[in-house]
T-cell receptor, first 117, second 116 residues
Framework: DTGVSQDPRHKITKRGQNVTFRCDPI?????LYWYRQTLGQGPEFLTY????????KSRLLSDRFSAERPKGSFSTLEIQRTEQGDSAMYLC???????????????FGPGTRLTVL | AQKITQTQPGMFVQEKEAVTLDCTYD???????LFWYKQPSSGEMIFLIY??????QNATEGRYSLNFQKARKSANLVISASQLGDSAMYFC?????????????FGPGTRLSVLP
């Protein structure tokens, strides 16, 4: 399977616990994105990397959230001291930074569904 | 102000008929890209079609076409010959700026139900 993969697919945790999600992008893609999607809404941008550099962070990304992409390949998203409002689907996507047509469409993984009790 | 507006929370279409899903956008950037994604109940976002702001012709990808009206800032998705498997959430999205800028915004989505 050469698509974007995410692990775990589901995570249930208690409020106050820390959780970490992993995303493996398509191998030749140098850009990687994290989104959050709540029920009935479109995905909301959280952050993105080009190679190992984190180039942009949304205001949605509070200081309890941290993302890394240490070697420019897989990425992790950690949420510290989880709150019930963090319950959502966390989507990862990857893309090229340049395509001739300029579209650089993002390819999404299946997501990690987080439930905070 | 909403960057992407999708005014149809839900749409129904009879199998084999065409359907149009509306999308309007708001940007002052002359360079932008518009995307449509499909999200079936399994949850994975599937890229359907892309339209660049400088593209002269409407994009087409198989049964999908994009009715791009730049002056009206609309980018409606047309699905021809609907199939039962087209039942899903559909999201319109916009990327502003050049390849270097990645401000990527999704609309609230339209749920399409294809009736047999």
């Amino acid at each position: 399977d050469t698509g974007v993969s995410q692990d775990p697919r589901h995570k249930i945790t208690k409020r106050g616990q820390n959780v970490t999600f992993r995303c493996d992008p398509i191998s030749e893609h140098n850009r990687l994105y994290w989104y959050r999607q709540t029920l009935g809404q479109g995905p909301e941008f959280l952050t993105y990397f080009q190679n190992e550099a984190q180039l942009e962070k949304s205001r949605l990304l509070s200081d309890r959230f941290s993302a890394e992409r240490p070697k420019g390949s897989f990425s992790t998203l950690e949420i510290q001291r989880t709150e019930q409002g963090d319950s959502a689907m966390y989507l990862c996507a990857s893309s090229l930074s340049y395509s001739r047509e300029g579209r650089n469409e993002q390819f999404f993984g299946p997501g990690t569904r987080l439930t905070v009790l | 102000a909403q960057k992407i507006t999708q005014t149809q929370p839900g749409m129904f279409v009879q199998e084999k008929e065409a359907v149009t899903l509306d999308c309007t956008y708001d940007t002052s950037d002359p360079s932008y890209g518009l995307f449509w994604y499909k999200q079936p109940s399994s949850g994975e976002m599937i890229f359907l079609i892309y339209q660049g702001s400088y593209d002269q012709q409407n994009a087409t990808e198989g049964r999908y076409s994009l009715n791009f009206q730049k002056a009206r800032k609309s980018a409606n998705l047309v699905i021809s010959a609907s199939q039962l498997g087209d039942s899903a959430m559909y999201f319109c999205a916009m990327r502003e700026g050049t390849n270097y800028g990645q401000n990527f915004v999704f609309g609230p989505g339209t749920r399409l139900s294809v009736l047999p």
